[in-house]
Nanobody, 114 residues
Framework: VQLVESGGGLVQPGGSLRPSCVAS????????MGWYRQTPGKQRELVAE???????NYADSVKGRFTISGDSAKKTVHLQMNSLKPEDTAVYYC?????????WGQGTQVTVSS
């Protein structure tokens, strides 16, 4: 099983990005999918998650600005990030429960700067 992320990059404050993550391999079960982020010297923190029943959960700092979407059949999860702020700068990691085991993506850098 492998998770591949794409869609990070450099954006000005107020801009938007839409990272994506796709899982591949021998997959028979897809559970909760999510995005975490990490900055140097800090612990990885939850940004948003979506359950297999499409229930979503967001960190307070991104509510109203970020939207997570997931497709279990396609084994993909996206994070629409709008109104980005410099404090959103981090490495973003996708997180997916597959076959009752937890997997991380390789991480994608998001930098918000003018």
């Amino acid at each position: 099983v492998q998770l591949v992320e794409s869609g990070g990059g450099l954006v000005q404050p107020g801009g938007s990005l839409r990272p994506s993550c796709v899982a591949s391999g021998s997959i028979v079960s897809v559970g909760t999918m999510g995005w975490y982020r990490q900055t140097p010297g800090k612990q990885r923190e939850l940004v948003a998650e979506i359950s297999s029943s499409q229930t979503t959960n967001y960190a307070d700092s991104v509510k109203g600005r970020f939207t997570i979407s997931g497709d279990s059949a396609k084994k993909t999860v996206h994070l629409q990030m709008n109104s980005l702020k410099p404090e959103d700068t981090a490495v973003y990691y996708c997180s997916i429960w597959l076959n009752y085991a937890h997997y991380w993506g390789q991480g994608t850098q998001v930098t918000v700067s003018s």
